[in-house]
């Protein structure tokens, strides 16, 4: 199974909801998870490199692998042999390129595109449903994708409450109803090579991570039959 968390906008929480998701999954299946970090920047490669410098060391259960996709860009048989012995695996995709975004949603069995309820991301997930709906003339499949309402925060009211709404207007049953609030806990993780888990395994940001996660392995299963 290969999800991929794809966004043009830079900054739309793909790397936060990759990392989580994966923590959340190894968790759950007590499988270890495959992330690819196909972002030029390497936000999650560089998470993880803090996260092997944690004394003690969380377990090992998500594996961090780094493609220098400006030089090479696999193709979906190779990330797939590459990835056999893991039941999933997270693509965790870089922002503006269309070419490295085009390359993930090809090799996908589903597409997560997170969304920040403001206007400029809404505009990078309407310029990303474009890429998904204009595949390239060898792909013959349309990816199955789903939209995460992500760093919702309620005390901002009125503001996000109307982007939250345009975006369920906008793509329907395709935004899954948990939606991943904006929580310091998101940033205080990444730069401690933790999840949200990890970090408070009680807390509201576990708390919103747990059904989102559930929410996309349901629909990546159903998408994968
Ligand atoms: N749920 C959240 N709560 C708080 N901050 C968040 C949340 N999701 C993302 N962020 C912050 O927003 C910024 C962009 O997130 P990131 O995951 O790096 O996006 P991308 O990978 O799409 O560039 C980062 O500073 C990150 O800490
Ligand atoms: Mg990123």
Redesign the pocket.
């Known amino acids: 199974m290969i999800v991929s968390f794809v ?1 043009l ?10 990392v989580n998701v994966a923590g959340e999954i190894a968790r759950v299946t007590k499988q270890r998870v495959l992330i690819f970090d196909l ?1 030029p920047l390497h ?1 999650s490669k560089r998470w993880y490199e803090i996260r092997l410098r944690v004394r003690p060391p969380p377990k090992l259960e998500i594996i961090v692998s780094y493609l220098d996709v400006k030089k090479y860009l696999p193709t979906k048989n190779e990330i797939r042999s590459k990835s056999a012995r893991y039941p999933f695996v997270l693509l ?1 995709g870089a ?1 503006g390129d269309t070419h490295i975004s085009n390359a993930a949603l090809n090799m996908s069995d589903l597409v997560v595109i ?1 969304t ?1 309820p403001d206007d400029l991301t809404f505009n990078g997930t309407e310029k990303t449903l474009e890429v998904i709906k204009t595949p390239p003339p060898n792909v013959t499949r349309p990816v199955p994708w789903i939209v995460v309402i ?2 919702y925060d309620q005390r901002i009211g009125i503001a996000h409450d109307y982007e939250r709404n345009k975006i369920r207007l906008a793509w329907q049953e395709r935004v899954l109803t948990p939606v ?5 806990a ?2 205080e993780a ?1 730069r401690r090579g933790l999840t949200v888990v990890e970090l408070e395994p009680n807390g509201q ?1 576990a708390q ?1 991570i747990r059904p989102v996660t559930a929410a996309i392995v349901r629909r990546a299963n159903a998408s994968a039959r």
């Open positions: 966004n906008k830079g900054g739309s929480g793909k790397t936060t909801l990759c972002d936000a965790d922002a997170p920040m992500t760093s991943v609030r904006e929580l310091a998101f940033k990444m940001a919103d």
